[in-house]
Nanobody, 111 residues
Framework: HVQLVESGGGLVQPGGSLRLSCAAS????????MAWYRQAPGKQRELVAL???????NYADSVKGRFTISRDNAKNTVYLQMNSLKPEDTAVYYC?????WGQGTQVTVSS
């Protein structure tokens, strides 16, 4: 039974940075695609970034050049480094592995 636990969210000013972490337990995730999604109030959940088992990455156009997804297979952990944050990045961020979702972590960008 796979479990995903996100951490690292919080309140940050525009232009600031945060790093989200997602620790997977219950399974070896090294062979799978891992992804970060986000959901803002009143909006649908959207894909932010994904990383394949081989380390290839893909990003939503809205975060390209600002966010970086990475993974540490030895630690069963995936990260999302978020720089130059904007108010429109405010959302609950979710980690995803196949059909499993984490509980989400709130990111609020506000002055």
């Amino acid at each position: 039974h796979v479990q995903l636990v996100e951490s690292g969210g919080g309140l940050v000013q525009p232009g600031g940075s945060l790093r989200l972490s997602c620790a997977a337990s219950g399974s070896d995730f090294s062979g799978y695609v891992m992804a970060w999604y986000r959901q803002a109030p009143g909006k649908q959940r959207e894909l932010v970034a994904l990383i394949t088992s081989g380390g290839s990455t893909n990003y939503a156009d809205s975060v390209k050049g600002r966010f970086t997804i990475s993974r540490d297979n030895a630690k069963n952990t995936v990260y999302l480094q978020m720089n130059s944050l904007k108010p429109e990045d405010t959302a609950v961020y979710y980690c995803n592995l196949r059909t499993t979702w984490g509980q989400g972590t709130q990111v609020t960008v506000s002055s």
